[in-house]
């Protein structure tokens, strides 16, 4: 295969593609700057990063940000029935994949996720074993601790999760003395490598990725390096994935297969040093199969190396030598590593693009992952690889969230709206995407990122029905007792028959479906549908999936919640100990941050995680946001008026989706509020065009409706869209929009679907803060939570008929 450059090298070169310099390459300051374990009281915790001499200061007792940094979902065990693979041509128990992926920079990194609904919500955990949290760098720290929420996510589908030791080149900013200072002894002890072991043990992951690519080493440090190794795995179960760089003779130079160079990096006659090598990209067929025998003669298994493919610059346009990797109708040669699969986001013009990049990257071009036939060199990772399954244990629940999403809702009321991020709210992904049997027109499930019952986004089903439609989902390994029950929550356009089915299979039959009809919808609302199982006690759930059956040629149907549980559902007792560690102005007088923090319940059923709301006047409740550990940052409680305090509570919230009684604490309040006034007023806008020369951006930014039909924008462009420059970035509370209707025009011509999209620069990707569909009203406010320079209106259906012509009188944006 053509030349691969080594891992830094090939990062400076996808950062220059990708026009964003990765953090691995910030040139070093004139000394190395620690970092501290100082914060204000109520400000922002981010994940942890050190140089080896400043980790052996820290201690979770006095690091204010440690406890924001735990992750509290165990490694969860795996399954994979080879019968059950999608692709035929996939091997289960052979080679694995281990994904190198840079979630966010190595400083200034959110511990517990942010109001941004652009992230990498990666969702294809079934083909991964191991996630590298790629990253470090020279001028701010060599060791980089995993956030919480990758943690999170990846226990949750048996992935194990590595943090990253990083050494650069000198021409990067490395210096050999850091890698001296890793390994130095005190006594008989490692002492960086005592707190390697207490850093992964406290914050729940499972080993580190050596990268140790600067130069100028001898054979001894080498030898210091596999010894600190041997001596973490003596003293705890802490792995290590060794990357192809440096030599036994201490020189940094890439093997591209397993040799008598870097062998004992790997194994060092009976002792076991690495967990698995990463190899670096150079490598060919032969020194595969080199490495091969060289692995099985060390006693080791060839799967425990990982050949790797760079696809940072590429995606799945790079160039792969398959075949010697994972030979057709013969046992792969060795496991893959994955460095950078995250281009599918970062080449991503929006969320829509990321999911169908997302897709192909590792499912194929024909987004299926049965079907893989493409002229594309590059197939998609289900070309060899089984899925594997979580799924063994009750209760299994999902809600199909993302991890991401532009609302949040919770059992189908919307108590939120803005954009976020948290991975530790991804619920399990569906085992296939997608898998769909018919013997008519196919339906297209989807994430819908419009609705949902808990979180940001539910399963969609769609398309033209005119035969029984069979959607596998989930490969598990259930068994069902006496009282075991499977519950489906449900979404129709119209009441009357779902024409939905459930559909299972059990392990002593695995691809033969049982059908139980989840009947009709009495209305237009989430409704709940629950089957009882008993008379399949005893067998085991192999495969859950649903089965449409009818007619109809616009089908159209959500799916919010999908369990399957034993007996009642089970709610956790209350938590205890609510305190507010700290808070910082936001806005003087107007909204704070907080760090909260609790006591897990004692009692009662197990929490899956805790949710965090305001309590408002009226008695509603607002959403502030949700962990599944027992601390917690705010980033924004804004005051209700004058309020001289605010009522914050926290919930459990148990696996079968059972929610505690709330534990309340107060925030107070000093000062007068700033009034809040509407910061788009007369300020310049521009829109994607006009229907008439009167009718332009600018006058749904002259504060009045009265002015006649001409007192509006209007546009019959096919892409409609209208945005307003406050002049620097404000603190935004609500934004108004004032449709036809409150022009005097027809309220036919009221703006049915639009979203609102904000951002702080010109450089920076719209980030979607309300979304509405169905609108009907002649005026509609958004209470938002966001700072942002740039608001932008995109209207999607522009009248309740086929009138193709968007008509808004005003566009308000309130803040401080």
């Known amino acids: 295969m053509s030349r ?40 922002q915790p981010y994940a942890s990063y050190w140089y080896p001499n400043t980790i052996l200061g820290w201690d979770p007792a006095t690091d204010p940000d440690a406890r924001f940094n735990r992750s509290r979902v165990p490694l969860q065990p795996r399954s994979s029935d080879p019968a059950l693979k999608a ?30 609904p652009n992230y990498y919500a990666f969702g294809y955990w079934q083909y991964v074993d191991k996630l590298v949290f790629w990253g470090g760098s020279a001028g701010e720290g060599l060791i980089l601790a995993p956030n919480p929420t990758v943690i999170d996510a990846a226990h949750r589908n048996g992935v194990k ?7 650069p080149p000198a021409a990067y900013g490395g210096q050999l003395q850091w890698v001296r200072d890793f390994v130095q002894k005190s006594g008989s002890r490692y002492p960086v490598a005592d707190k390697l072991v207490q850093a992964a043990q406290y914050y729940g992951f499972d080993g580190w990725f050596i990268n140790q690519e600067t130069g100028g080493g001898d054979s001894a440090l080498a030898t210091e390096v596999r010894n600190l ?19 036994e003779s201490g020189s940094v130079s890439w093997q591209n297969e397993l040799t008598s160079a870097n062998d004992s990096f790997l194994q060092d006659g009976a002792k076991r040093t690495a967990d698995s090598m990463f190899l670096n990209f150079n490598w060919s067929s032969g020194g595969l199969d080199s490495s091969r025998s060289l692995a099985r003669g060390l006693g080791r298994n060839e799967y425990e190396l990982y050949s790797g493919i760079d696809t940072e610059a590429n995606g799945y346009n790079t160039g792969v030598d398959w075949n010697a990797l994972f030979p057709a109708g013969k046992p792969h040669t060795t496991s893959l590593g994955l460095y950078r699969p995250e281009w599918t986001w970062k080449s991503a013009t929006d969320r829509a693009d990321f999911y169908a990049k997302d897709a192909r990257y590792w499912v194929g071009a024909n987004n299926d ?21 979580p799924i063994t244990a009750k209760p299994f629940v999902t809600n199909f969230s993302t991890g991401q999403g532009d609302f949040h809702n919770a059992a189908g009321t919307r108590v939120a709206t803005g954009g976020w991020n948290n991975l530790s709210l991804q619920d399990v992904p569906p085992t296939y995407r997608w898998l769909v049997s018919s013997t008519g027109s196919r339906l297209t ?59 299972i299979s059990f392990t002593d039959a695995p691809t033969a479906f049982t059908t139980l009809d989840l009947g009709a919808n009495s209305g237009t609302g989430w409704e709940r549908h629950t089957l009882d199982l008993s008379a399949y006690a005893g067998r085991t759930i192999a495969q859950i999936g649903l089965q449409a059956e009818g007619s109809n040629p616009a089908y159209d149907l959500r799916v919010g919640q999908l369990a399957v549980y034993d007996g009642a559902v089970d709610a956790p007792a209350v938590p205890s100990g609510l305190t507010v560690l700290g808070a910082s102005d936001v806005v003087a007088g107007s909204s704070q941050s907080l760090r909260l923090a609790w006591t897990a319940p004692a009692g009662g059923a197990p929490v899956h995680h805790y949710e965090v709301y305001r309590r408002n006047a009226d008695g509603t409740r607002t959403y502030l946001g949700a962990t599944p550990s027992d601390a917690y940052f705010v980033n924004k409680l804004d005051r209700a008026g004058g309020e001289s305090s605010t009522t914050v509570e926290v919930e459990a919230v148990s696996t079968e989706y059972g929610r505690s009684a709330a534990a309340a604490t107060t925030v107070s309040w000093t000062g007068t509020p700033p009034t809040a006034t509407n910061l788009a007023l007369g300020r310049p806008a521009t829109a994607s065009g006009q229907c008439n020369a009167n009718e332009t951006a600018a006058k749904a930014v002259n504060g009045s409706v009265n002015g006649g039909n001409s007192d509006k924008w ?40 639009f979203t609102v999209q904000v951002r702080s620069a010109s450089t920076d990707p719209w980030t979607t803060v309300a979304t509405v569909t169905g609108n009907t009203a002649g005026t509609t406010t958004h209470p938002v939570n966001t700072t942002a320079r740039y608001v932008r209106l995109v209207v999607t259906r522009p009248t309740q008929t086929t009138d193709p012509a968007a008509r808004i009188y005003e566009f308000e944006a309130w803040g401080a």
Request: hydrophobic share 40%; with cysteine; aromatic share 8%.
């Open 445 to 503: 499930p989807s994430v819908d990122f419009t609705d949902a019952y808990e979180g940001g986004s539910s399963l969609r089903l769609s398309g033209r029905l005119d035969a029984a439609n069979t959607i596998r989902l989930y490969q598990t390994r259930l068994p069902v007792a006496a009282d075991s029950k499977l519950s489906v929550v449900l979404k129709t356009p119209a009441a009357g028959p779902t024409s939905l089915k459930a559909a």
């Open 161 to 167: 999760v590595y943090g990253t030791v990083f050494f």
């Open 4 to 43: 691969r450059l080594p891992l830094l090298l090939s990062a400076a070169l996808g950062a220059a593609v990708l026009g964003a310099a990765p953090a691995a390459h910030a040139q070093p300051p004139a000394a190395p700057v620690p970092q501290t374990a100082t914060a204000a009281p109520g400000t």
């Open 714 to 753: 209007c546009t019959l462009t096919s892409g409609k869209w209208l945005e307003v420059d406050l002049g620097s970035a404000r603190s935004l509370s609500k934004f108004v929009v004032k449709h036809a209707s409150a022009g005097g025009e027809s309220s036919s011509y009221n703006t049915r679907d």
């Open 87 to 116: 692709n035929p041509n996939a091997r289960a128990g052979e080679g694995k994949v281990a994904s190198l992926v840079s979630f966010g920079p190595t400083s200034n990194n959110p511990s517990q996720g942010s109001a941004d």
């Open 229 to 247: 190794m041997q001596y973490t795995k003596a003293q705890s179960g802490t792995e290590f994935m060794w990357y192809d760089a440096m030599t």
């Open 369 to 389: 992952p049965s079907n893989t036939t493409t002229s594309s060199a590059w197939k998609g990772l289900s070309t060899y690889i089984a899925e594997s399954s």
